[in-house]
């Protein structure tokens, strides 16, 4: 057993002594991980790669102690190289939950053979969908979808890509992306219905889009132009920016998860979603916080 997980069982003891209370008010939890980004390589620095495997498994193990109603992972669940996505998929695997994936940018640092496939090997429907659960939405957007890597390089989607770049977003960072024009479309088709059934929403992408800062989607302006005319929209989840962080826009809540990775602990939580709240319980580096909703 490693050295820390006295500390993370007894924060996970307090979360299953106050399960019941939860359960009880209708409300529904998931598990949130983002950046587990397993490669196999030395560590670097803050980058602790080689036990990234065993800090999944631990997340697995505590998340199964519980019922939860499904498991989120924000992107970035490789570093590199498509077999990386083998020995995580084997500790996922044993989730008692469904796992719902985001694309990273990191899922696409592979042969251009196999970019193709990521979405097949990651068990997701397309890459950018949706999920109901209690009536939530939970829309899970592909902030590689303007890119210059995430295709491979003699597609049509590669070559419009680099036209796109080039054109309009020259001089922004090149491990960023944007959303393209068709997946806008589909968001603001998703959250219309949503605003009509009074259904709160929550978006889920790798990218941050606010507060400002290098890890957002190149066109984060115009996605939060968007979302902003919806009171349905709760709440962004995303990874990306490994030390995290946290705003607050036109009453939605802007969190940035913190990375697995960056740390010799770990880094994951729990998640409560109520009518009036949402509840981030934080494991090992990542902090825990209380979103009142409008």
């Known amino acids: 057993m490693q050295k820390y997980s006295a500390s993370l069982l007894i924060n996970f003891f307090l979360l299953l002594v106050c399960y019941p209370s939860i359960a009880a008010n209708d409300s529904f939890t998931l598990g949130v991980i983002a950046d587990c980004q397993y490669a196999d390589q030395d560590d670097k620095g803050t980058r602790h790669y080689t036990s990234c495997p065993n800090k999944l498994s631990t997340a697995v193990e505590q998340f199964n102690q519980l019922p939860l109603s499904g498991v989120l992972h924000l992107g970035d669940f490789i570093d590199r190289e498509f077999k990386s996505f083998t020995p995580l998929n084997t500790i996922s695997s044993s989730l008692n939950a469904p796992l719902y994936h985001v694309l990273g940018n990191h899922e696409f640092s592979v042969d251009d053979k196999f970019k193709m496939r990521i979405t097949d090997t990651l068990n997701m429907p397309s890459r950018y969908y949706s999920f109901e659960i209690n009536n939530w939405l939970f829309i899970a957007l592909d902030g590689n979808d303007v890119s210059t890597y995430a295709w491979p390089k003699n597609s049509k989607k590669h070559k419009q890509n680099m036209i796109l770049f080039n054109s309009q977003y020259k001089g922004h960072e090149d491990w960023n992306g944007a959303i393209g024009t068709n997946q806008l479309k589909w968001l603001e088709k998703k959250l219309k219905v949503a605003q009509v059934k009074k259904q709160p929403v929550v978006l ?37 920016n490994h030390v995290g962080n946290y705003a607050k826009k036109e009453g939605i809540h802007f969190v940035t998860f913190h990375a697995m990775l960056d740390t010799d602990i770990t880094a994951f939580s729990t998640v409560e979603f109520s009518p009036t709240q949402i509840t981030i319980n934080g494991l090992g580096r990542q902090p825990s916080m209380v979103l009142p909703l409008r």
Do not use: C, D, M, R
Not at 213 to 220: F, S
Not at 224 to 237: E, M
């Open 204 to 240: 889920l992408s790798h990218f941050p889009v606010f507060p400002e800062n290098n890890h957002n989607l190149w066109n984060a302006q115009e996605v939060l132009s968007l979302i902003s005319q919806y009171t349905s929209v709760k709440a962004w989840f995303n990874g990306h």
